[in-house]
């Protein structure tokens, strides 16, 4: 047997330099999520409420009580907007300053991290202050239930949870499929994620012909939610507790992506989540969460806010860093037919980082991150009118799409991100 045969297979080498599409992404994904930082969302002119305005039409003219009419909705409200991006992508691809300008005007875009938690903190503090009538108007800003029913603990529970939702739909959802798919991921994240909001509940008008959309999005989410939980584990205050409920509760939530991010806050920060809900009159029971855990307080929304802004940094530091590492393998490697387990093992040994980079993060635990009035809306759009609420996760109504889908689905002015948590789809 000659020594090349013995010696087995090549193995694949890391590149000294990762390849330089993927540090355009990285550094454009940080530029983005810096501006998100900085500038929160615009209130008006908004890319997103483009998309509500062009998907509103669609779903009009498009409109069955049919699966199938659904699903050529969403197919053509997607699938033009990951084409439409793609071809930017294509178009600037020449140009490294052109094609990281673009990566990060996009994440920026889809990004909703800042007025999130602005808009959160601003109700805790009317909660705190005692102004529960205060609270009450701001709330539909955030989440789709019925404010008037509520008191201030459940106001404060569901900022919480909303909070939590969000953290997967309004920002680490969209920066995991930026790191796999560039642009035309994040864009591709952010439509499905709206025409969920949109049109994915269980109305009599919609259970059929939102279920396409409803069931993208739930294929979508998955990996976001994922590591939102995880990460939630890694940088809250109590990583044992997070664990344990986490493992306990979050398969008992009705939504398969909300479980799994809610259990995992209520756990970290020693809270109880879930129980009643009470949506347009309509009482919901829903399975409690940390139930061993003292009940939620309006001091527990800064804290959810904190939580939710580590596990963005997070977040950013696995995807980004996940793209460059895989980048420098694939780069390096003497097989073609090493690509794909290549690209995993980037991901998965920049996983290994970020237990590290969680230990530094528990010290900045009780920095507060600077406070803000409330958050500027995903570019203002004309009110529409809200849709019924969905069960396991959060819907964005029309109101919502007329800013940037950031705050909880079926949100009202907070944004039009990702909606109220808990609310019925389809």
């Known amino acids: ?40 969302d615009p209130r008006r002119g908004h890319p997103v409420a483009a998309f509500g305005r062009a998907a509103t039409a ?54 909703g991290g800042t007025s999130l938690g602005r808009e959160a903190r601003a109700i805790g503090a009317a909660l705190e202050a005692g102004d529960l009538a205060r609270a009450r108007e701001r709330l539909p800003g955030l989440c789709g239930r019925d404010p008037q029913s509520l008191d201030a603990q459940q106001i404060a529970r ?3 949870e909303s909070v939590a939702e969000n953290t997967s739909d309004a920002v680490v959802g969209a920066l995991v499929w930026g790191a796999v798919a560039g642009v035309p991921g994040l864009a591709g994240f952010r439509a499905v994620n709206t025409l969920d909001a949109m049109a994915g509940h269980k109305s009599p008008r919609l259970r059929r012909f939102g279920w396409a959309p409803a069931r993208l999005d739930d294929v979508a989410g998955f990996p976001g939610s994922r590591l939102t939980a995880a990460l939630a584990v890694l940088a809250g205050p109590d990583p044992r507790g997070a664990l344990r409920v986490l493992r306990s509760d979050a398969r008992s939530h009705p939504s398969p992506n909300a479980g799994p991010v809610e259990a995992a806050f209520a756990g970290a920060l020693g ?19 940390g139930a061993g855990n003292r009940p939620v307080e309006p001091r ?26 895989s980048g420098a393998l694939r780069g390096g490697r003497r097989s073609a037919g090493t690509a794909g387990a290549l690209g995993a093992a980037g991901v998965v040994g920049t996983a290994g980082v970020v237990g590290a980079a969680a230990g530094s993060a528990h010290s900045a635990r009780n920095a507060a991150p600077p406070t803000g009035g409330p958050p500027a809306p995903h570019g203002t759009r004309a009110p529409v009118t809200p849709r019924p609420p969905r069960s396991g996760r959060a819907r964005r109504t029309a109101t919502a799409v007329s800013r940037r889908s950031v705050a909880p689905r079926g949100a009202g002015p907070a944004s039009g991100r990702p909606g109220a948590a808990g609310e019925e789809r389809g």
């Open 271 to 289: 809270v109880r989540l879930g129980g009643t809900l009470a949506y347009g009159g309509r009482v919901e029971h829903r399975p409690v969460l």
């Open 58 to 111: 669609a779903e009009q003219l498009l409109w069955r009580d049919h699966r199938g009419a659904g699903a050529l909705y969403t197919a053509l409200c997607a699938g033009g907007t990951v084409a439409a991006a793609a071809g930017l992508s294509r178009a600037v691809r020449r140009s490294p300053a052109a094609s990281g300008a673009l990566t990060a005007a996009v994440t920026w875009t889809v990004l």
């Open 300 to 325: 527990d929304i800064e804290r959810a806010v904190r939580l939710s802004r580590r596990v963005n940094a997070l977040a950013l530091v696995v995807c980004a860093g996940g793209r460059l590492l």
């Open 1 to 40: 047997m000659r020594a090349a045969d013995a010696a087995g297979p090549p193995v694949p080498r890391i590149s000294a330099r990762p390849r330089s599409a993927d540090a355009v992404l990285a550094a454009g994904t940080a530029l983005g999520f810096l501006g998100d930082l900085l500038f929160a």
């Open 158 to 160: 569901a900022v919480v």
